[in-house]
């Protein structure tokens, strides 16, 4: 953990506090319930978590770096925003089971964490994932195939979850166009689960 955990404080150290909200965040923040207990999982430096939160839910944010989460414990402070932020192994801690409401992964493939995070959605839970492929169009994100998705494999990492929004363009037409190297999905737990 202490090579891990030096490697990312090292990349959110040379960031300068820039935060990114994930696309499918972004383009689908409509959907998430009005209140509710949300968890940004390997947060990073927190533009999600901020986004949740500014939506009104009661956000946890995990990541195994002390540095991201300090940025984020600032950046939350800054604009009023009550954010739980934690440094947090999530593989070695994964959530407790039915204690989320909503669920943002965002760069992060752990696919033996899968399981866990399907098992943390309340009832009627959203699962927001977005992450690289391995079907991509430039050298952005992660090389290592463990860290990639391989062509849908996002929609069978979470069997039982009803589908709402999906997107991976792959290698498809025109490659300087749209939303490139990476999926994103949104899915919602069914409530008899």
Request: proline share 5%.
């Amino acid at each position: 953990m202490q090579s891990l955990q030096k490697k990312w404080d090292s990349v959110y150290s040379q960031q300068n506090g820039e935060l990114r909200v994930a696309e499918v965040l972004q383009h689908n923040h409509y959907l998430l319930p009005r209140q509710g207990v949300a968890l940004d999982l390997a947060c990073g430096l927190g533009g999600n978590a901020l986004r949740l939160a500014e939506k009104g839910l009661q956000v946890m944010a995990w990541d195994i770096s002390p540095v991201a989460i300090a940025n984020l414990a600032q950046s939350a402070s800054q604009r009023g925003l009550a954010i739980d932020a934690q440094v947090r192994d999530v593989i070695a801690e994964p959530p407790e089971e039915n204690s989320v409401d909503v669920l943002l992964v965002s760069l992060f493939l752990a696919r033996e964490l899968c399981p866990a995070l399907l098992a943390a959605l309340k009832p009627g839970g959203l699962l927001l994932y977005q992450t690289y492929c391995q079907q991509k169009v430039s050298d952005s994100g992660p090389n290592n195939p463990d860290y990639l998705l391989a062509d849908n494999e996002l929609l069978r990492l979470f069997p039982g979850l009803k589908l709402r929004v999906y997107r991976e363009e792959s290698l498809l037409g025109q490659h300087d166009a749209g939303m490139r190297n990476q999926a994103w999905m949104m899915a919602e737990k069914p409530l008899n689960v």
